[in-house]
């Protein structure tokens, strides 16, 4: 299972985003990178239609569905709002095949200085993240060198 972080500068335990299908958002988050769809609940007169979607490592996305789309602007740093955590870059290897499969764009995978990463849009056009943390190297010990 992929693992959903809000990019804030700290883990959140959960984020709150808006559709205007959620349906097709839960659809997206579930079969296309593995999330569970943890709790939904109906439209009332006084709240809108939501879903809670366990995205593993306890965090979870929460989302609303109203008419107005979603602001679907690249994150400050002209990346992705969104950081999807794979384990290895082998099953970044298979996210990314299955997302091409399907259909969807997705770019490249490239090679950072401590991680691999690609990006993507979700099914409301939301920038995401999608990396893996690059195994560590050992370091030198400090009596040696």
């Known amino acids: 299972m992929a ?4 990019r804030t500068g700290c883990r959140p335990t959960g984020a ?11 659809v997206y988050y579930t079969e296309m990178l593995g ?3 943890a709790f939904e609940q109906a439209a009332t007169p006084s709240a809108p239609r939501g879903a809670v979607i366990d995205v593993g490592g306890n965090d979870h996305l929460m989302s609303v569905e109203t008419a107005t789309a979603p602001i679907t602007d690249l994150a400050p740093l002209g990346n ?3 950081g999807i955590g794979v384990a290895t870059h082998a ?3 298979e996210v990314r095949a299955r997302i091409l499969s399907d259909g969807w764009p997705v770019g490249q995978i490239e090679m950072l200085p401590a991680q691999w990463t ?13 990396r893996a943390h ?6 030198p010990s ?3 060198g």
């Open 134 to 139: 690059r195994p560590r190297t050992a370091s």
């Open 80 to 82: 992705g709002g969104w």
């Open 142 to 144: 400090p009596g040696s």
């Open 16 to 26: 709150t985003t808006s559709t205007t299908d959620l349906d097709l958002l839960v």
């Open 91 to 93: 099953q970044m290897c």
């Open 118 to 130: 690609m990006n993507r849009r979700d099914s409301d056009g939301r920038p995401v993240d999608i």
């Open 3 to 6: 693992t959903v972080h809000a």
């Open 35 to 37: 999330a569970v769809l």
